[in-house]
């Protein structure tokens, strides 16, 4: 026998049956405001949580788009930090070595190397970040878990006179890849150009202060403290420098598919500064 709708008999194989008055209803009065539900009030009173949590929903979901949120997530600054500290160890190995290498000695070049791989390695790796997402592409800082590896293989056996610099890289996509919209050359280009560039700017801030603090006189600690501003320099242009090279992941292969005029004028000055700067070093 089948069961009949209470406000229009027809019949119905699945009947709804409301829950605040019980009786049976076909699909079109089976919402208690189609069939003058005597319930009514009841039925609506549960409805007014829903909206609130709704609001709630909302104001959680505002939350999770703020750009300050989105700006960085956790998983990446987790990346990023064991980044930093994976090259200022690195950094600091030739110190390891050194006959001076006393641990409150180390502890001050691991110190000096934070900051300057704060400006070097952090500034360069957030250009790349901040510039893809200027283009409107997805992108964020992942380590690279070889490359970290390597990066202190390499400074443990050259005993730190060779950074191998790639614990981990920023990953880009664009937001429409999918339906082959894919990011052309030209951005490719000069999304990975930005990351030298901003090495390049530290090292002419810190060769700036190198020249300029001894003639205004407070040459003293900066100077002479295991090298620092020498090394700061340094450190900016072989970041700047190592990551030019046209090979594999690195920016240079991306700059250099773009355009060989801009990744050799940027490139052979750079280089050369480079090999000045070690050469100063030594
Ligand atoms: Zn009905
Ligand atoms: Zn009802
Ligand atoms: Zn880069």
Known sequence: ?????????????????????????????????????????????????????????????????????NLMPRRELVALSTAWIVLA????????????????AL???????MIVIGTGFLGHELAHKFTAQRYGAWAEFRLWTIGAIMTLVFAAVSQGTFVFAAPGAVYIASRSSYIGDAMDKKTNGIISLVGPLVNVAAAGVF???????????????????????????????????FNMIPFF?????????????????VTIPLWLATAAALIQLS
């Not at 160890?89 to 409150?104: D, G, K, Q």
Request: charged share 15%.
């Open 207 to 241: 060769a700036l202060a190198y020249f300029t603090l001894p003639v205004i006189g407070i040459s003293g600690i900066i100077i002479n403290s295991h090298n620092f501003l020498p090394w700061a320099i340094f450190i900016n242009l072989w970041l700047g420098a």
């Open 107 to 113: 502890l001050e070049v691991f110190l000096l190397s």
């Open 1 to 69: 026998m089948l069961e009949r709708c209470a406000v229009c008999g027809a019949e119905e194989f699945i009947p709804y049956v409301c829950r605040y008055c019980g009786r049976t209803h076909c699909v079109l009065h089976r919402l208690p405001e189609n069939h003058e539900c005597p319930n009514i009030q009841q039925a609506r009173a549960p409805r007014q949580p829903i909206v609130l949590e709704r609001r709630r929903t909302g104001t959680t979901l505002r939350l999770i788009q703020s750009p300050r949120m």
């Open 89 to 104: 160890v690195s950094f600091s190995t030739r110190y390891m070595f050194a006959w001076f290498a006393t641990p409150i």
């Open 249 to 265: 992941i690195l920016d240079g292969q991306k700059v250099l598919t773009w355009n060989r005029a801009i990744w050799a004028l």
